[in-house]
């Protein structure tokens, strides 16, 4: 019973990991530019075509997981460049369906030019291991995902608390035009923004993708919609809320598949999409508030 | 005369050409292009339907794509024989096995219950704007979509249902398509159409006029889940065989880009766009087969219409945010 439940901590952990890099990843252009940035799952599909394109050469994969995390931060520059900043003083839905084309484009791009079927991706041999301590199955994947997420969250918390681009950043998110009174330059906190976006996605799609061992060109979708419901349940404007919003999802996912009877299990999506409506309807804040967050009149 | 003639133009400016394409289109006899016109009428119901809740209210929603399926699968479970149900829906509810209904008693009743399924989520739903109501349309759309691939019964799982009798033509598609532009029109122009817009305009405006924000906009969500039904119910029997992944992300897609090209803002921008994304995408749609059908690359050519419509949703966007037609209907010219 002890050894079961410890299974359960530590998939959920690993899962939970995961999914708040993904919502992270959204709620920290969102907290700038109240963008819900659809393109953003494209960023995990760029990820994983970088590991299949260059995965088939001879180096190691380190390396290629490097290449990939750095596809996907230049992508993620690229697009704020060329299609998010024309829009950027247009009205929040301009800025919303401009992502939402730009990832119809990324996703039929990767159609065109590569191919509509799954390819299976490289994928390191300690992923597919397991080791046991005390009776305890556990997967080398599963911990690597942990360590690297948490490794990652406490970097990024430095950076947003430490470094003076960091404090920017996150004074942007409070109230964008009072920052920019400050003498923060627009261009470059957005920009930031986008990299650290970029960022997460790549190593999103590194754990991911391992998972899954294949990339397809609609990889995309479940990271996004994992990460809209993580942030809708942590808070919209609160990047602590998106990690909560995150492992609490992450814990849900496992437990569902646990308690829920087979014939529901189908159903475990719709099941969770329907929280997050409960939750718009009955705390749309979501569980953590972000401090200015609150609309002035 | 001339005052009932300026006030008739808007409507007449886009029911006049669209007949006489169709006219045109029935002379010509050619069967694809017949079909392609077909299409379009049928695809112009829905971006109507979603013009006059999102182009009013100035609330994104995703989930309309979600009340066509319902309009097309409910409908069929009425115009379906019983001997077609029997073998394209093998775990039907013995209730509804032996029920058969003509055409346009189906397509009322598959509307209706997209219209039903839309006034009870729309309630609650009503409250949210701007981010919000982006994810929870989104996360209905999915919803709806999941319980399509697991709802055996009625929907035959992921695979596809097969066998319904094809009762839209180009006629029945281009009568529906202006009947709802009138709709469409008439609605704008109505105490609740106006008070709607007022606010779309100003949220906290509106309110303190007393306008109920959440009661106009939920009558416009329900009335264009209803639109969006028919659209399924004429997709259905016109297509004849569909799984649920016709009601998803491809279709959401075209539909969105037809409405943001056209302009979101008026009626004449729904038309406009569901016109101009229709050619752009045939002559895309053909180029990429001539290509294909000439084998000049290795593999075929997969995407190639969706890349470039996205662009050009994107240039719209930069450039034009409010659409082709601007938000404004067609005038009569001034002297």
Wanted: charge should be positive; proline fraction near 3%.
């Amino acid at each position: 019973m002890f050894n079961e439940l410890l299974q359960f901590l530590i998939n959920a952990l690993s899962l939970g990991s995961l999914y708040a890099l993904m919502a992270l990843g959204l709620a920290i252009v969102y907290g700038i530019l109240r963008l819900v940035n659809f393109a953003y799952g494209e960023l995990v599909m760029v990820g994983g075509y970088t590991l299949l394109v260059v995965g088939a050469g001879p180096w190691p994969w380190l390396g290629v997981a490097v290449l990939g995390v750095g596809m996907a931060v230049l992508t993620s520059l690229l697009l704020e460049r060329v299609a998010f900043r024309p829009v950027r003083h247009a009205s929040p839905n301009t800025m919303l369906i401009t992502s939402f084309a730009v990832s119809a484009l990324l996703q039929n791009a990767a159609l065109l030019f590569v191919s509509p079927r799954p390819r299976a991706v490289r994928i390191p041999a300690i992923f597919n291991e397991n080791f046991t301590i005390g009776g305890l199955l556990i997967s080398q994947i599963n911990l690597l995902t942990l360590v690297v997420c948490l490794a990652l969250l406490g970097l990024l918390t430095l950076f947003l608390k430490r470094t003076l681009l960091g404090m920017a950043l996150r004074a942007a998110a409070d109230d964008f035009t009072m920052t920019r009174l400050l003498g923060v330059r627009a261009n470059g906190v957005i920009a930031t923004a986008f990299a650290i976006s970029g960022c997460l996605a790549g190593v999103v799609s590194l754990f991911w993708i391992g998972r899954i061992g294949s990339v397809t060109p609609t990889i995309g979708l479940t990271p996004i919609l994992i990460a809209f419901i993580a942030t809708v349940i942590g808070g919209m404007e609160s990047l602590t809320g998106a990690v909560v919003g995150g492992y609490l999802l992450g814990f849900l996912t496992v437990g569902l598949q646990l308690l829920l009877p087979q014939e529901l299990l189908d159903f475990r999506q719709a099941f969770i999409f329907g929280i997050v409506i409960l939750m718009l309807l009955f705390r749309p804040q979501g569980l953590i508030q972000a401090g200015a967050s609150r609309e002035k009149v | 005369m001339s005052v009932n003639l300026q006030r008739a133009f808007p409507v007449a400016a886009l029911i006049l050409p669209l007949l006489l394409l169709a006219g045109g289109a029935n002379l010509l006899g050619n069967q694809i292009f017949e079909r392609i016109v077909t299409v379009m009428f049928i695809n112009l119901t829905v971006v109507l339907g979603l013009q006059m809740f999102i182009g009013n209210s100035g609330v994104s929603s995703f989930v309309h794509i979600g009340f066509m399926g319902i309009g097309a699968y409910a409908s069929i479970l009425f115009s379906m024989s019983p001997q077609d149900k029997a073998l394209a829906l093998r775990s039907l509810y013995e209730v509804l096995k032996e029920v058969q209904l003509p055409f346009l008693p189906s397509l009322l009743i598959g509307a209706g219950v997209a219209a039903l399924v839309a006034a009870v989520i729309g309630f609650p739903l009503m409250r949210l704007s701007g981010a919000g109501a982006v994810i929870a349309t989104f996360a209905l759309l999915v919803i709806i979509h999941v319980i399509f691939i697991n709802w055996e019964e009625v929907t035959n799982g992921p695979r596809t249902i097969f066998g319904i009798t094809r009762y839209t033509n180009l006629w029945v598609s281009a009568a529906w398509g202006f009947v709802f532009i009138l709709l469409a029109y008439g609605f704008k122009e109505t105490g609740l159409g106006l008070r709607l817009r007022a606010s779309r305009e100003d949220e906290r405006a509106a309110a303190s006029l007393g306008i109920d924000i959440v009661w106009v906009r939920w009558v416009a969500f329900v009335l264009s889940a209803f639109v969006v039904g028919v659209g399924g119910a004429l997709y259905a029997h016109f297509i004849t065989s569909f799984s649920p992944l016709a009601f998803y992300l491809t279709q959401t897609f075209l539909v969105i880009a037809m409405l943001i090209i056209g302009g979101t803002g008026s009626v004449a921008g729904a038309v406009v766009g569901t016109v101009v994304v229709t050619a752009i995408f045939e002559g895309l749609r053909a180029a990429e087969n001539a290509i294909n059908l000439a084998q000049l690359f290795p593999e075929t050519l997969a995407g190639f219409t969706e890349v470039c419509l996205s662009i050009a949703m994107i240039l719209i966007l930069i450039y034009r945010p409010a659409g082709i037609m601007g938000g404004q209907e067609f005038r009569w010219p001034r002297k």
